[in-house]
C-alpha cells in the first residue's frame, strides 16, 4: 500500500510555493517515492473575501501585521531569496492576493481528471513567478488553466456554476480544522504525522522514512519451537 501525503495549501501562501517545493525534493531522495500517492487539499487563508477581489500584497502585509510598507516589501525579498535558493522564481514586487475559493475549485476538477499537480503547478507560477496579476479575473484563470492543457470548455463549466466542486473545498476546509490546522502549508502523512510550515526538505524526508518504517511493523517472535532450516532439522531431545 501507498504512503498517502495530504497537502493543505492556499494559493496566496508564498510559503506553500517554498513548501511544495522542498517537499518535492525530500520525495525525490526517497528510495520508496514511487509508493507515495499526494493530495493537495483546500484551505483559504481569507474565506471572507469578495469573489472579485483583487489587492496589492505589499500594503495589505503591512496593514495586517501593523508594519511600514518598507518592511513589508523587506519580506517580500526575504522571501523571494529564499525562492531563489530552492531555484523557483518569485515576484518580489506588483503580486496582488485576492479570494482563491475559484481556484481551489479548479483544484478538485484538476483532481477528478488525475491532472491535479499540473493545475497547481500553474497556479503557483501564475501568482509568483509572473507578473500579471491573477486575482478576480475569471479570464486569467481560465487561460492559466488552458495553458497547463485543460479543456477551455470544462474550465469555464466549473467557473460559471459557482456550486461546481464547492462542496469538496469546504470538506477540505472542515477536515483542516478538525486535524487541528491552523496555517498553511500543513502536511498530514497517513493521517498519523503532522508537519506544519515549509519546513526543510531534511524533515520532510525524515516522516517519510518513519511512516514508510510504520507500515512495515517490526515481527515479535512471541514463542519459539522445532524448527528445520537449511542446516536440518533439529533432533528430538532422547529421554
Known amino acids: 500500500?501507498?504512503?498517502q501525503?495530504?497537502?493543505?495549501?492556499?494559493?496566496n501562501c508564498p510559503f506553500c510555493y517554498l513548501g511544495k517545493a522542498r517537499f518535492e525534493e525530500a520525495l525525490q531522495a526517497f528510495p520508496h517515492r514511487d509508493?507515495?500517492?499526494v493530495v493537495h487539499r483546500s484551505f483559504e487563508l481569507d474565506p471572507t473575501l469578495p469573489h472579485d477581489h483583487s489587492d496589492a500584497v505589499v500594503p495589505h502585509i503591512a496593514e495586517k501585521y501593523g508594519i511600514s510598507e518598507e518592511q513589508a516589501a523587506a519580506n517580500e525579498r526575504g522571501i523571494g531569496a529564499q525562492a531563489e535558493a530552492m531555484g523557483l522564481t518569485y515576484q518580489i514586487e506588483g503580486r496582488d492576493f485576492g479570494s482563491s475559493f475559484d481556484m481551489h475549485r479548479l483544484l478538485h476538477f484538476a483532481l477528478a481528471q488525475g491532472r491535479q499537480e499540473a493545475m497547481l503547478n500553474a497556479l503557483y507560477a501564475a501568482n509568483f513567478a509572473e507578473d500579471a496579476p491573477l486575482f478576480g479575473d475569471a479570464?486569467?484563470?481560465?487561460?492559466?488553466?488552458?495553458?497547463?492543457?485543460?479543456?477551455?470548455?470544462g474550465v469555464r463549466a466549473v467557473l460559471d456554476d459557482s456550486t461546481a466542486y464547492a462542496e469538496a473545498v469546504r470538506a477540505d476546509e472542515a477536515e483542516a480544522a478538525a486535524l487541528g490546522a491552523r496555517g498553511v502549508p500543513f502536511f498530514v502523512i497517513d493521517r498519523k504525522y503532522g508537519v506544519s510550515g515549509a519546513q526543510p526538505s531534511e524533515v520532510f524526508e525524515q516522516a517519510l522514512r518513519q511512516a514508510w518504517t510504520d507500515r512495515a511493523p517490526v515481527l515479535q517472535t512471541v514463542a519459539e519451537g522445532d524448527v528445520c532450516g537449511p542446516d536440518g532439522c533439529a533432533l528430538p531431545e532422547r529421554n
Open 35 to 37: 509508493s507515495v500517492e
Open 1 to 3: 500500500m501507498a504512503v
Open 5 to 11: 501525503v495530504e497537502i493543505w495549501t492556499d494559493i
Open 139 to 153: 479570464e486569467r484563470l481560465v487561460r492559466v488553466a488552458v495553458g497547463a492543457g485543460f479543456d477551455e470548455a
